[in-house]
């Protein structure tokens, strides 16, 4: 199997762009309820990571709730007498004294209060014009211990996610709800248990060591990398495409490449997946929304800072002799950054990555994916073979894409009937605004050759 040591020779070590888990620019000429909105997608983590380092993971909610306060006096402030030179730093400020009243009223530890006046001392002559997270690394960590808090054993999986979704990356119990299929109610709910799970089981808000990092890394990295792809293929709604979500998973990867806890080989990989997926982003819809074939993208328009950004990271992820389930995905990532057209793909290399990757991490989701790089090595009816050969199909036949790929290839073969039974399938099941209206043009493709009807 080619290793993914055996990137083309144009992976050549590149730096890094921007400080690590640096906050993206305010959109120019922005209104203060843009900047307010701005900074809270992008300093929540901080924010809250900060607020519970001093008031204790037991009060996760009251962390929540005073970023939210000061969130919205930055609006109300701002409104009236203009944006400050540091709204980080001013947003910070203003919550830590928040949180000195809240203690206050609430008679809390006293040493709680302390520990607050002295982060305000500490903080107070640096930032008045640089931002706090490149000044502070404590502060930058205190993300990453959030995250590690996230992602403990003793939460679940899905609910991992969800807690990473609503304190580290700022969004609402809507915007969660919707991702998950689920009901505002129901994801509250969730949130609530795994707050009082967290409190029970008493977990400290610090980043592991030892035998300990390895288990919950690994939490922490499916995390981030659900977090992705929920970002590169929305499960319901009119976007195909939630770019943030994705930036959000490539900040908290960055920040967690650039710690020690978190610089490992399957750390640098993942990252990569996630830079070389996200350069392809600008070509994966046309003008219209519609979705777009990887043999209809112009690749002119794929962001090779990105590309640049991702092999150098493929390159941190070959020191070593691990080979993770991450590696394999980004170096087929990576063939397919650097194909100069479609036609030269080495679809060869892309299924010997799938032959391992079925190896380490069977899955009737990676065997279809591995069928269809069968297709393009060996023609439509192999790549129905491949399909018809994977172990529990069953748990495919309600996913869209299982049909979508089974209509191509019956199309590819001219026998439209079957290719159009199948993009009816698979129109059914469709979630997504893109998706539907691509398969609506496949079916209509199919529908109309003769003999069908």
């Not at 009119?238 to 610089?263: K, W």
């Not at 087929?332 to 380490?360: G, Q, V």
Request: net charge neutral.
């Amino acid at each position: 199997m080619p290793a993914p040591k055996d990137i083309p020779a144009i992976a050549l070590p590149l730096p890094r762009s921007g400080a690590a888990g640096e906050v993206p620019p305010a959109p120019a000429g922005a209104k203060p309820a843009q900047l307010v909105e701005h900074f809270f997608r992008h300093e929540t983590g901080r924010l809250h990571g900060t607020l519970i380092r001093l008031l204790g993971v037991n009060h996760m909610s009251l962390a929540e709730d005073i970023a939210q306060e000061a969130l919205m006096k930055a609006l109300h402030t701002w409104s009236m007498g203009g944006v400050p030179a540091n709204p980080s730093a001013w947003i910070t400020r203003v919550a830590m004294n928040l949180a000195k009243d809240a203690l206050r009223h609430r008679r809390m530890s006293g040493a709680k209060t302390d520990a607050i006046v002295t982060f305000l001392d500490q903080t107070r002559s640096a930032s008045t014009d640089t931002d706090l997270a490149s000044e502070a690394p404590e502060i930058r960590d205190d993300a990453l211990r959030l995250l590690f808090v996230c992602c403990h054993p003793s939460i679940a999986a899905d609910a991992q996610v969800v807690l990473a979704l609503k304190v580290l990356c700022g969004f609402s119990t809507g915007e969660i709800a919707r991702a998950f299929l689920s009901s505002d109610a129901a994801i509250e709910k969730q949130l609530t248990r795994t707050k009082q799970r967290i409190a029970d089981a008493g977990i400290g808000f610090d980043i592991p060591a030892g035998a300990e990092l390895a288990a919950r890394l690994d939490g922490v990295l499916a995390t981030v990398y659900l977090l992705f792809n929920e970002g590169y293929k929305a499960s319901t709604g009119d976007r195909l495409l939630r770019e943030d979500l994705c930036h959000e998973a490539i900040r908290l990867m960055t920040l967690l490449v650039a710690h020690p806890s978190g610089n490992t080989p399957r750390s640098h990989a993942l990252l990569a997946l996630m830079l070389l997926t996200a350069a392809r982003f600008p070509s994966r819809l046309d003008e219209h929304g519609d979705l777009l074939r990887l043999d209809d993208q112009d690749r002119s328009k794929w962001n090779q800072d990105l590309i640049g950004r991702g092999l150098f990271e493929l390159v941190a992820a070959a020191q070593g002799t691990e080979i993770s389930e991450y590696h394999l995905q980004a170096g087929i990532a990576a063939i397919h950054c650097t194909a100069p057209d479609y036609a030269s793909t080495d679809w060869k290399r892309i299924l010997s990555h799938y032959d391992e990757l079925l190896r380490m991490k069977p899955s009737p989701i990676v065997a279809l994916n591995r069928a269809v790089a069968v297709a393009h090595l060996n023609g439509p009816r192999a790549g129905l073979e491949a399909i018809a050969e994977i172990a529990q199909r069953d748990r495919l036949e309600n996913l869209y894409l299982l049909h979508a790929v089974m209509g191509e290839l019956h199309w590819r073969l001219k026998d439209h009937r079957a290719a159009a039974a199948s993009f009816r399938r698979a129109l059914q099941l469709a979630h997504v605004g893109p998706e539907q209206q691509y398969l609506a043009r496949m079916l209509e493709r199919a529908s109309e050759s003769p003999g069908v009807n």
